[in-house]
């Protein structure tokens, strides 16, 4: 790769405080990680480039673009770097944080999620709000995933203000009795550690170089631990990149205010903008440009595209039916030009809006893999390690997570397994006993009796977890090879990362224990992917279908009921449009109402009003007419 002229402005500039804030597809990722090499070759010896970034999939990526420009020979001499050091630490911030001070006495972390049962269970016992502002809250708290500190404020209509305080100090006294560490918990810990003087000289020490990449989705807490690592110290350097038309996490308190922080923050810092998509063609630019001019919230930024291509497709009159067919059609004659299924990719808003196409796909046998869902990626051997997993951590496992060890049991059949099941959700006392309406089998009796015993039985949880193993290793059904790996893979994996951690692993192909490879893999090479928005951010395919999404799921989650909703929707079609390099297809079907709500329509493809013809071409597709008001 040859870095731009406005590109390398940033990788050569000598200003300790940088800041990006551009458009899709500039190279954001691809100068940081050109930064991040030649920083730490400024460095030398002394101190430690650090990268982090919010989500895991950011920090892979970054991480995979400096292994990339480390044996990049021409590019390693245009930025003047020598002996590459590709060594540098990639990671989310979470990881930062706990790579430099233990946060949990257990290793375990918890989702933000289970505090909303302690606030529930607060709020229940102080009876200070009725049932429905307790809805309410809940929804709030959980959309929101902010500490509780900050979260309680606004909710200041629906709690009598002078009892937030109590309910605070109630919830960290619970927290602290059962010993919960919530994400947030990392993060506030850490920030809380830094006001020791000299626990911060020690991180500034160690770390005089962090670069951040997609900086809009901080949250406060982690733009704070930022702040303070750069203060009171004369040589630490910051570079952040990102794009406020891209703050998908608003809902988790994400938020493109962060720029302006920087700006006041940082009074002496250095700004660049970078102008030219590397991505995109000129047409998908220009749809990217019609919706960051609606936004109330991002910056304009002028960016070209160095390429031309086809106008992106506009399908706004078809039935769901008809969508589904015609993509499955265009999928194929793009496969007969010769683009592979894997660069290829099928977004949607909600997991649901997909379950009919990923029926059509099975029909017309195109592998496909969804983005983020380890049990499709996964073969049935990890499926039943996951659930086994979750048996034994989760107070509460899923009914899917039995069945699926259910299913793996010697002797017991699909209907068995499903009966069994049904025993074990109502089982009521603690005593042991058969369901009556089971044949007595020997096999069954095995597995009643261990379920039983390994629910009851008072053990640390890697016991519970090597009991599950010896049991799951008596199964004829799982393959020797496996077998043979699970006890010593597993006993790894916990002795490393803790039980909590455990699912996660099994998606990281770099980790050196990982499963050994399956002889026949249960999807092929190249699958089509599927995603939804939020999990595909950063990400970049050839051609880009998007499905288009559900009124009714819209109002259920209250989408466009405000002008920040309305924003959030519009940076996420913003997000989905982009990652499209050559082809776009957009759909959006018919067969979903048009609702008012709030002044807005809630259907997405309003954002498009008026200019169809002008960005897009209206091609024959399925029952295409013209757009209805
Ligand atoms: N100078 C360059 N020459 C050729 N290709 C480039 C150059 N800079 C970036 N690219 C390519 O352009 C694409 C987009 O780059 P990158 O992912 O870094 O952009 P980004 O600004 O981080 O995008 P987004 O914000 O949408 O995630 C990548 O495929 C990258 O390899």
Redesign the pocket.
Known sequence: ????KE?MAVVESDAAMRMLN??????????LGSCALKEQDRLGGNGRVVVFSLTNYAAD?IYK?IQSHARDRELLRQIGVRTPDPGIECSTIHGFCLRRRRISKHGVVEKDAAEQDLLLEILQSKGLVDEHSMKTILKMYRCRQIPPAESLTDFYDLVPRDEVKGILAEMNRLKKEQGLVTFNDILVRFLKMLDKPHFLKRIQRECPVLIV??FQDLNTVAWRILKKLASTSACARIIV?G?DA?TAFAYADASFKRFKQFRQAFSDHQEFR?TIN??STQQIQDVSDALVRQSRYSSRKTVVANRIGDKPGFYCNCSSQAIHEHIIEEIRGFAEDGIPLDQMAVFYRFNADAFGFRRCLSKNHIPYMVFGDKSSRKGPFVRLLLAMVQIITNDQPSGAAWMEVLRNVEGLGEKQAEKVFAWLKHKQSNDFQYPRQLKFTAPLERTLRFLHDTKDNVGSPLDKLFALVDFIRSMPKVNKTVKDHILPTMAKIVHDYGLKDLPDKFNDPSYPLCFPPQTNPPYPKTYLTLSTIHRI??G?YEVVFYLGTNDETYEDHGNFSTPKDRELELQLMNIAV??ARTHLQMYFPVDWKVVKKGGHASNPWTFFNGLHKEIFQTPEGPNHEEEQS
């Open positions: 790769m040859k870095m731009t590109q551009c458009g899709s597809g500039c190279g954001k990722t691809a100068v990526k673009t990449d997609e990149a794009d891209q970078l590397q991505r951010k950063g970049e982009t990652r």
